[in-house]
């Protein structure tokens, strides 16, 4: 369960039930593996059997601790029909602060009361009130429990944002040590190295993850593949795109393609089957390729996913904008507004926030599109603004393209070098090591002659794609910069 691996940790906790049908924490267990405090599940199903298997422990006799561990995880079910899933997170969490107050030296109620202020933050507080109170009580945990997953997985969680991710870099680099056959735990540590940028880490990382997963699919749903092993993959080629190595993000590309069952089709898999081509084909720049895009024919219901969806509609978007198709624009643009009509009935502020910062930057480019630069740069740095006052969801590496990087290139095609290298050079303070954004900064502080700059981040762009073998045109331009560099310094 600490390392997220909640179907098998359900069947754990059934096989206690069937060997001690009155052990109360069993079915605790199963109440808590059907809560995934971190995302949304689809469906209501979870919260049936939830709900029911904690009628069933209620009835059983059991001590004041029991109890109240069962009581923590029973405000999270009840009512769940009439009471929205925000409204139960936070509930849940002020009964397990009320836990852990009143059990001090029960470790347990500690690492669970810190998950739960996790999962009840507040995604547009910057001042990651919970998150630091969560991460203080874990760390206090750390030096005498350092082989605890729960510990190592929920610092990494807490502390996964631009302010604070340097604070969780010693765990993430021991966690997949404690939990080695877990897909997750093997994942986990890549949050932090994409935060900071170490881009090798994080590939290494998620190719241990992907290969722990094929492992477990093998085992459970042999002609399937997991959810877990498609969320690695996402974070793979995020990595491999940053390093320039297209090659290999293409190659997990085309293997994606040849994916024909998954399971569970849940929001992980809809969310990496569409980032993954929209990633490489808007990354490359390839305007065409993105205005093109073709979802995999996989079983996924897409209609129970209006964000993920909405993610496929952004690259076709951006792509046909850059491409100056209009009309096909417009199109994809009443696609995302329908998936923000869908969110907003929903009433996941959150996500609809997300797809309405992709309509905005849609809309900017349009702007541009039809002559109104002035218009268009406002409505972009809006929308950048918009995105940086909102954290970014665990599921996902990065946005699929950044708003500030694309302010960046915005503010390029308007030729305005000053302003564009501003641009970069802010969204790689937040996203720092992205190879788009190194390169923009690059051209940009050469355009606007400052020299010095543009030798560092060309520079930074052949550091972090040395082990790649990179053939991207942007290496080239910088081998040929930097070289230039030296001769006009030996010259002089």
């Known amino acids: 369960m600490h390392s997220f691996e909640y179907e098998e940790a359900e069947k754990a906790f059934v096989k206690v039930i069937d060997e001690d049908p009155d052990c109360v924490m069993a079915y605790w267990g199963v109440a808590m593996s059907n809560f995934h405090s971190l995302w949304l599940q689809s469906g209501t199903g979870y919260l049936e059997k939830g709900s029911k298997i904690v009628e069933i422990a209620q009835k059983l006799p059991k001590t004041e601790r029991e109890q109240d561990y069962l009581d923590a995880i029973g405000v999270f079910y009840k009512d769940w029909k009439t009471i929205d ?94 939990a080695p056959a877990s897909a997750h735990a093997q994942h986990m540590p890549s949050h932090i190295f994409t935060r900071l940028g170490l881009w090798n880490e994080s590939i290494n990382s998620n190719l241990n993850s992907t290969s722990a997963a094929v492992c477990y699919a093998e085992s459970t749903h042999p002609k399937a593949h997991w959810d877990e092993e498609l969320h690695g993959m996402d974070y793979l080629v995020y990595a491999y795109l940053q390093t320039g190595d297209h090659a290999k993000a293409n190659e997990q590309n085309e293997y994606l393609k040849t994916f024909k069952e998954v399971f569970p089709a849940n929001f992980k898999i809809a969310y990496s089957v569409a980032a993954i081509p929209a990633r490489i084909a808007l990354e490359d720049k390839d305007w065409k390729k993105a205005a093109d895009l073709q979802l995999p024919s996989l079983d996924i219901d897409w209609k129970d996913f209006p964000w993920e969806r909405s993610v496929f509609h952004f690259a076709r978007a951006l792509g046909s904008a850059r491409s100056e198709d209009i009309s096909a624009v417009e199109k994809e643009l009443d696609s995302l507004k329908i998936a923000h009509q869908e969110l907003l009935y929903l009433k996941d502020d959150y996500k609809a926030r997300q797809v309405l910062i992709q309509i905005n930057a849609i809309a900017a480019w349009i702007l541009y599109a039809e002559g109104n630069h002035n218009k ?5 740095t809006e ?105 006009t310094v030996k010259q002089d």
């Open 383 to 487: 929308t950048a603004d918009m995105e940086d006052s909102t954290a970014k969801h665990p599921v996902t590496p990065g946005e699929i393209v950044p708003a500030r990087e694309l302010l960046g290139d915005l503010l390029l095609a308007c030729n305005k070098p000053v302003e564009a290298l501003e641009a970069y050079e802010a969204d790689l303070a937040m996203r720092p090591n992205r190879f788009n954004g190194l390169y923009g900064a690059a051209i940009t502080a050469k355009l606007a002659g400052k020299p010095d700059k543009a030798e560092h981040y060309f520079t930074k762009l052949l550091e972090i794609a040395k082990s790649s073998n990179s053939d991207r045109p942007e290496i080239k331009e910088a081998i040929a910069y930097l070289e230039k560099e030296i001769t």
């Open 376 to 380: 268009a740069i406002a409505q972009m």
């Open 85 to 178: 899933r925000k409204t139960r997170i936070s509930l849940f969490e002020q009964k397990m602060e009320a836990l852990y107050q009143k059990y001090d030296d029960d470790k347990e109620a500690a690492i669970f009361y810190a998950l739960a202020l996790c999962s009840a933050a507040d995604p547009t507080d910057k001042t990651y009130t919970n998150q630091l109170r969560a991460g203080k009580i874990l760390e206090s945990l750390l030096k005498d429990n350092p082989n605890h997953p729960g510990i190592a997985h929920y610092i990494i969680h807490n502390y996964d944002y631009p302010e604070l991710a340097k604070l969780a870099l010693p765990v993430a680099r021991r966690y997949a040590k404690i």
